[in-house]
Every structure is written in structure tokens, then in C-alpha cells.
């Protein structure tokens, strides 16, 4: 029994060192304004594989992530953000898709901030 | 009531009426008024203000009623409004007509009225399942006194009579009496067995926070006995609730409320609440001069106190809620006095005395590192114990019970794939004496339960669910509920849904009402395990649409819905020999089909329209041949107006509701071969019901409400058969297809802190 149990608290010890964490809490700035943003960041985080859970809070911007780190990176994530026209430190979108976002959510012009997000899209 | 005669025809020509213009819209012109406040509380119309689209130049001017027009920009879609002595306003437009904007003082210290534009009842287009929301607001719209009072401004749940002497409300779903429904009280099954009757009764409605109506075959969580549907009550919660709540009503049949809330916290993470609700029914009512009380006489104590543990950051949340309640119900025959006529022949009465205990409990915790993963457990006990007698029909139940649900939350791969497993027992205890006959059981349930739950993030979603369960009288079986939701197009959407429930009849405790007859009872199966019956097991499929769209400039939301429920296994419950009534199990064919399509419409601004049309064919093999279910009319018409004032700073507002329901012929129970004194005609009559209410709120604190219910006064002409002779033959209450009680008149005051 004894044995047994040394055995398990190696096993899991030996886990927690060496393996990638399955279940690691990711947060990050992702530039944007409105619930229609969060709804468009949050859809583009969740589709890349290993990104478990995403929540991205208006107030604040922060994007908070739980990801599998054996199966994606937080870059992969800033890069499908950056698709879906939204920018973080390391991925920008590019003009034409950002261009194409609704005007309340065109994040780069600080007058979009002061308008009236509370819509429900 | 001619006009509504045909309701489908009107509802088609209806329908075409309000698709034509559609099509034709094509400039459109953004209008609105803007006001500001007065300093009285009051909004007036402010002239001279600003109005323009963000990023462009052309700019509009309100003219001296607040009035303004401009051309829709579709590139900005984004309305400024500014005035010298206003804060700038930006509105995102995203209709027509955006009504009232209210445009606050540069410096103002007066607090900022946040205003809710939720509907008080509510369809979503996301959510799986077709489910109805209503909270306490809708519930304010009636007089409103318990929970199965509280559907009465509801066109998807059914309320009818039970019998014209115990009055007790019954409730429907899908054309199918409420013990084919699933109640939960917090998602703990409450209201089944021997309160089936009189349960809806014991939950007064200003506790409760909110309802949820899901249409046809529910979760699987909750367990297998919900065929038609589920309703759930939240009840309101020490941590969220108002500090203080006082309400009184009263009404012309001498019907007196009392219902009190205190809630106090006792740490950020601690609160608790007392509750409490006394009624009384005083009035020797018989409008009708058959001798019998038009409304039973009653008392009812009911006490709560609830504990609410809350703790976020660490992920727990707890409830511990006892409940105890002691009712009492007197009728029958003017003259009778319990004391001296009780179990005699000298006049025909009734007492109904239930007493009940609820002990619940829940812990819930979240994982703080992994905010999809929690688990629940919930843990409930009650005693319920009622003695009556009807006549000379004496009938006892006592039902103890146990339920205690585990429930794990979890995700597969990431939040589309949700996933919830769990295991539960249930074990009831019956004791129960009919007529002098002891009949005990005890039932014992363990169950496992798995669902998945996917979210395309687009279009679709689904709830996929499984249940097994071993039951000691009703064997093994599965469960299984399935749920699909579809976006056909912008703001519309398809959604089916099957399902399987089962049951065992309570076949005293569920058709109690008829102790008040003259009937005799018979049972003539052996073969099954609960009073010789089978267990009833039935399929639901169903499927909806709703869609959403703006109409002359405002909301209008239209859905359908198509339920079946197909019975391979009931307990037929045969009323059509007016000597008796059987129960048997069903031999041959049962369903029921319903159709309902509703409308909702504000029609100008704070003035909604609620139109419902329901169709149900419900047809029994009964062992005399197949018809059609009694007491059930085919159509069914309801339509709701309500109205609200602008809101002042204070709080202060006028609220106006009005209802009508309008029920077609319903087919009544046999009755050819009794003398022809006491005959019904094959179907009753059509006819209306209207409630309105008119609601003054003097400040947030205070408010005063009157109404009337049944106000064109329309009562069956004969309730009871046999009045004239209780202990003959023919005495039979049970025949109740329109209120016995005429014209309701009530008032009542609101007060909260």
C-alpha cells in the first residue's frame, strides 16, 4: 500500500514537472469596444484547437483563456483574434478586415468608445 | 363574443395583413422625440436640440413638441443628440421609430435612472429548449394570490377548475392535466403525489422570482416523469432580495392576503429571509342559490425562512430553505357545520385539512481555476399529510419523501461541448386511506443522467440527454430527451424536440374531485404494481418557430409551435358513465395534438399586444369506444393589452393590463342516462373570461393595485348536478367547465423598502 501510494505521488509529481500544463489560465489585452466585439473575439479564441474556456471583459479588455499548452500557443489565439480584425500586442488585423467591422467596434478611432455599445446584437 | 367565433380564420387573415407591408418598406425615416426631465419628475418635450448622424454633417432640429425626422444613415447608424444644457446623447438606432430619448442635465446630481427593456415575458431565440420566461412583473398582472394563479396573463399554460366545490386551480400543458407535468421549485421536484391538487396553492406568488415554462419533453436532469412539460419556480433569494415586503389584498367574496418578506444580511457571504403568507376566505358566497358554497372558506399559515451562503471568489454557493405550511378548506352546503354534520346525511360538507414541511438544501461549487467545471448536490425532505372528507367520501394521504441529486458540470474540448452527469434517489413513502381502506406503497428511485449540450456558436445548437433508472415497482428504463435549435434566417428560429416520460398514476391524490360525486370508484386491473395499474409511458415530439422582426417600426415577434404526445402505456381515467368512474389501463390509442401560434406587438409606445391561438385534438380509446378528451375545448383564443406610463424619476407610474380568454365548445362527460333534471348537453357552451387591472405606483416604495377578474361575470349555469339531492345519485361536482364564482373585484397595496 505503502508503495502504491509512492508510486501515485511520483507519478503526479513527475506530471506537474514535466508535462505541459492542460489546463493553463491565459490572459492578455485584445484591443475592442462592444458586446458584439466580445461575442466576435471570443467565437475566433474558442475555435482554435486546445482553447478550452474564453471570457474577454468589455471594461478591462482582458481576454482570460484556458488553454492546453500540448496542443496551442496564446500567440495561435492573437493570430485568429487578429483574423477576425481585432489586434493584441503581438498579432495586428489587417486593414481590410478591420475595415470591414460594423462602426461601433472600429477600436482604433477613440471616438467608437463614446458610442453607444448597449445594443444587444 | 360572435366576433371570435371562427379565431383561425382571423388569425390567417391577420397574418397576411401584417407580412404585405414588409415588402414595401423601402426609405426609411429615423423618428423620436426627445424629452428631458422637468425637475418635477415629469418628462417634457425639449425643442432646439441637435440631431445628427456621428460622422456626418447634416443636422436636424427638434421642432417645439421634442419631434424629430432624418433620413437614415446606414453608414453611421449612430444618432447624436446635443443641447448647450444636455449631456450628449449617442443612440445606436436600430429601428424606425426609436420612441422617447431622455436627455440628462450637464450637472446633475439626481441618480441615473437605469431603465430594464427586457420584456417581462420572454421567448429567446437562442436558448435550445422552448421555454418561456416569465418573472415577477408578468406576475404582478394578475391578482395574483399563489402560483396557480400566476399563469392567468400566460396563454401557454392552461388553468381550469377542478370541480365546482373545492375550486382548487388545475393546470395545463399541451391539452394534458398538470400531473403529466414536471414541477420544480429550484430545480428540486416539488408538487407531485399526494399535493398534486392543492400543491400550486401552497406557493404564494410574491415569493416567487421567476418561472420557466419548457414546452414538451424537458431536461433529463430533473428526472422521468415530465411528459408535457416542465415549469420551474425560482423563489426569491435573502442575498438579492428587497430588504422589506409588505402586501395586502382583499377582495368582494371576502378573500383576505397577507404576505410579508424580511431579509437581512448577515455577512457579505450570509443572508437570510423570513417569509410569510396567511390568507383567509370568509364569505358565505352562493350566487348561484344552489345551496353550495360558490367558494370554499379557508385559512392558510404558510412560514419560510431561507439561508443563502454566497461566496464567489472561492466558487461556493449554498441554500438551506424550510418551509412549513398548515391549510385548511371548508365547503359544501350553506347550512352545514362541521362540528354537527361532519360524515352525516344532514347536509353535505367537506374539510380539507394538509399540513406540510419542506426541508431543502443545495451546495454548488465552481472550480475558481476552471469556471466551466462545477459540481452540485441538492437534497430534499417532506412530509406532507392531508385529511379530508367529501360528503360521506373520507379520504386520507401522508407522503413522506427523500430526493437528493448529484450533478457534475463539466466541458469536452472547450465550452461548445458542454456536458453534465449525475446521479439521484427519490424515495416515496405513501400511507393512504380511502374510504376506510388502507393502501400504503413505497416507492424507491435510483437514477444516472447524462446530457450534452452543443453550441456551433452560429447557427446550431443541441441538447442531447439520456437517463437509467431503476425504480422498484416500475422496473428499469431509459429516458431519453433530445433538443435541436436552428437559425434559419436573421432572427428566426426552428426548433424540435422529442422525448420520452414515465410515470405512476396517484390516482386518488391526482383525481381527488371525484369524492365529491355520487360516483363509484372502480378499478378493474390487477396486473400492474401501483394499485394494480401499469405505469404510463408516452413520446413527445414537438417542433417551433419564432421569428422576430420590426413592423411599422416596432418589435413584432411571431412564433408556432406543433406538440404530440403519443401514450403507449396510461391510466385511462373514464368519466363517461355517469354512475361511476374507472380506471383502467389504456387498450388501443391515445394522443394529444396541439397547435399554438402567438403574436406580440407594441403597438405604439409602453402599449403591448399579446394575441394566442390554440387548436387541441386529444383523443382516448376509452373501453365504451374512442373520443374525445371531456372538458377540453378544441379552440382556445387569448389576447393580453397592457399598457404603462412613462416612468417618472421617482418611480411613480401608471400600469394598465387587460386579458381575455375565450374557450370554444367543450365536449362534457356523458351524462344521457340520468333523469333528464340531471342532464348535460353532449358539449358546453363557448365563452369568454376577461380580467383587467389597473396598477398606480405612487413612488419606488409604495403601490396600489385594483382589479377585477371574470368582469362580464360569466358562471355555468348548472355547477352541480344534483345540488337539490347531495346524497342521491346524481350528485356530481366533478362536470366544471366554466367558473362557478361571478364577478371578482379586488384591491391591494404593495409596499417595499
Request: include cysteine; glycine fraction near 6%; hydrophobic fraction near 35%.
Amino acid at each position: 500500500m505503502k508503495k502504491l501510494i509512492i508510486c501515485l505521488l511520483l507519478i503526479i509529481t513527475s506530471v506537474q514537472a514535466h508535462a505541459q500544463d492542460k489546463n493553463k489560465k491565459v490572459s492578455f489585452e485584445v484591443k475592442g469596444n462592444c458586446a458584439m466585439c466580445k461575442a466576435r473575439i471570443e467565437k475566433a479564441s474558442l475555435k482554435v484547437k486546445g482553447v478550452k474556456y474564453v471570457n474577454w471583459d468589455i471594461p478591462s479588455k482582458q481576454l482570460t483563456l484556458i488553454l492546453d499548452e500540448n496542443k496551442c500557443t496564446p500567440l495561435d489565439v492573437k493570430k485568429a483574434i487578429a483574423r477576425v480584425g481585432h489586434d493584441t500586442d503581438s498579432a495586428q488585423a489587417d486593414d481590410k478586415t478591420y475595415n470591414n467591422l460594423p462602426p461601433c467596434c472600429k477600436f482604433r478611432d477613440p471616438a467608437s468608445v463614446l458610442m453607444d455599445h448597449n445594443v444587444k446584437h | 363574443m360572435h366576433l371570435l367565433k371562427n379565431p383561425f380564420n382571423k388569425l390567417i387573415l391577420f397574418a397576411i395583413l401584417l407580412i404585405i407591408p414588409l415588402a414595401a418598406t423601402s426609405q426609411i425615416t429615423i423618428t423620436g422625440t426627445v424629452v428631458v426631465n422637468n425637475g418635477k419628475g415629469e418628462a417634457i418635450a425639449q425643442p432646439g436640440v441637435n440631431v445628427y448622424w456621428q460622422d456626418s454633417t447634416a443636422i436636424q432640429v427638434t421642432n417645439k413638441d421634442g419631434n424629430f425626422q432624418i433620413p437614415f444613415n446606414k453608414n453611421s447608424k449612430k444618432l447624436v443628440f446635443s443641447h448647450p444644457e444636455y449631456q450628449t446623447d449617442t443612440i445606436n438606432v436600430n429601428r424606425p421609430n426609436i420612441g422617447k430619448i431622455l436627455l440628462q442635465k450637464e450637472i446633475s446630481l439626481e441618480e441615473v435612472v437605469v431603465r430594464n427593456n427586457i420584456k417581462p415575458l420572454q421567448k429567446s431565440l437562442f436558448e435550445v429548449q422552448n421555454v418561456v420566461t416569465v418573472d415577477s412583473r408578468e406576475m404582478l398582472k394578475a391578482a395574483c394570490c399563489n402560483l396557480s394563479e400566476s399563469f392567468e396573463t400566460n396563454p401557454t399554460v392552461d388553468v381550469n377548475i377542478s370541480d365546482a366545490v373545492s375550486g382548487a386551480k388545475q393546470i395545463q400543458m399541451l391539452g394534458l392535466n398538470s400531473p403529466y407535468l414536471l414541477f420544480t421549485q429550484e430545480n428540486i421536484p416539488s408538487i407531485r403525489g399526494a399535493s398534486q391538487i392543492y400543491g400550486l396553492s401552497f406557493i404564494p406568488g410574491s415569493w416567487i422570482e421567476s418561472i420557466q415554462i419548457t414546452k414538451g419533453a424537458g431536461g433529463v436532469q430533473n428526472g422521468y416523469e415530465s411528459i408535457s412539460g416542465q415549469i420551474n419556480s425560482e423563489l426569491v433569494k435573502p442575498l438579492s432580495d428587497k430588504l422589506l415586503f409588505l402586501n395586502v389584498y382583499s377582495n368582494n367574496y371576502e378573500r383576505y392576503e397577507f404576505n410579508g418578506r424580511y431579509n437581512k444580511k448577515i455577512s457579505e457571504n450570509l443572508g437570510t429571509g423570513i417569509y410569510v403568507h396567511g390568507n383567509l376566505r370568509n364569505g358565505n358566497i352562493d350566487n348561484n342559490d344552489d345551496g353550495f358554497l360558490d367558494t370554499p372558506l379557508a385559512e392558510q399559515i404558510n412560514f419560510m425562512n431561507r439561508w443563502q451562503y454566497m461566496d464567489s471568489e472561492k466558487g461556493w454557493v449554498s441554500f438551506l430553505t424550510l418551509h412549513y405550511l398548515k391549510d385548511k378548506k371548508n365547503t359544501g352546503q350553506l347550512n352545514f357545520v362541521p362540528e354537527r354534520d361532519k360524515l352525516s346525511t344532514n347536509y353535505w360538507g367537506s374539510e380539507v385539512l394538509s399540513n406540510r414541511l419542506d426541508i431543502s438544501s443545495k451546495v454548488g461549487y465552481v472550480f475558481p481555476e476552471l469556471p466551466y467545471q462545477s459540481i452540485g448536490i441538492q437534497t430534499s425532505y417532506n412530509i406532507h399529510d392531508q385529511n379530508s372528507y367529501y360528503g360521506l367520501n373520507q379520504y386520507n394521504i401522508k407522503q413522506n419523501s427523500f430526493y437528493t441529486n448529484l450533478i457534475f458540470n463539466s466541458i469536452i474540448n472547450n465550452t461548445q461541448n458542454k456536458i453534465k452527469a449525475g446521479i439521484n434517489y427519490s424515495n416515496d413513502y405513501y400511507d393512504e386511506q380511502v374510504n376506510g381502506q388502507v393502501l400504503g406503497r413505497n416507492d424507491n428511485t435510483i437514477g444516472s443522467f447524462f446530457e450534452y449540450s452543443y453550441d456551433s456558436l452560429e447557427k446550431l445548437s443541441l441538447v442531447a440527454g439520456i437517463r437509467m433508472d431503476h425504480h422498484n415497482k416500475l422496473g428499469h428504463f431509459i429516458t431519453p430527451r433530445f433538443h435541436i435549435r436552428y437559425s434559419l434566417w436573421d432572427k428566426a428560429s426552428l426548433r424540435g424536440s422529442f422525448g420520452k416520460g414515465v410515470k405512476g398514476a396517484n390516482i386518488f391524490a391526482e383525481n381527488q374531485q371525484f369524492f365529491a360525486s355520487s360516483r363509484s370508484l372502480e378499478i378493474t386491473e390487477n396486473s400492474g404494481k401501483i394499485y394494480g395499474l401499469k405505469p404510463e409511458v408516452a413520446w413527445n415530439f414537438g417542433i417551433s418557430f419564432i421569428q422576430k422582426l420590426y413592423l411599422w417600426n416596432r418589435v413584432l415577434d411571431f412564433s408556432a409551435d406543433f406538440y404530440s404526445t403519443q401514450f403507449q402505456d396510461q391510466v385511462v381515467i373514464d368519466w363517461e358513465d355517469p354512475r361511476k368512474i374507472s380506471f383502467y389501463n389504456l387498450d388501443g390509442k391515445s394522443y394529444s395534438n396541439s397547435l399554438q401560434m402567438d403574436l406580440n406587438y407594441e403597438i405604439v409606445q409602453n402599449l403591448d399586444f399579446r394575441a394566442t391561438y390554440k387548436y387541441y385534438d386529444i383523443r382516448v380509446d376509452y373501453r365504451s369506444g374512442s373520443l374525445t378528451k371531456p372538458l377540453q375545448p378544441k379552440h382556445r383564443f387569448f389576447a393580453n393589452l397592457s399598457y404603462e406610463t412613462h416612468r417618472k424619476s421617482n418611480g411613480s407610474q401608471w400600469r394598465f393590463d387587460y386579458t381575455l380568454h375565450w374557450q370554444g365548445e367543450q365536449r362534457l362527460p356523458n351524462t344521457a342516462s340520468n333523469p333528464n333534471n340531471y342532464q348535460f348537453a353532449s358539449f358546453s357552451p363557448s365563452y369568454g373570461l376577461m380580467n383587467t387591472q389597473v396598477t398606480r405606483v405612487f413612488s419606488k416604495k409604495f403601490e396600489v393595485y385594483i382589479g377585477g377578474e371574470n368582469i362580464a361575470n360569466y358562471t355555468q349555469e348548472m355547477a352541480i348536478l344534483g345540488s337539490d339531492d347531495p346524497f342521491g345519485p346524481y350528485f356530481d361536482s366533478t362536470i366544471l367547465y366554466a367558473p362557478v364564482l361571478g364577478s371578482t373585484y379586488y384591491i391591494g397595496l404593495r409596499y417595499k423598502l
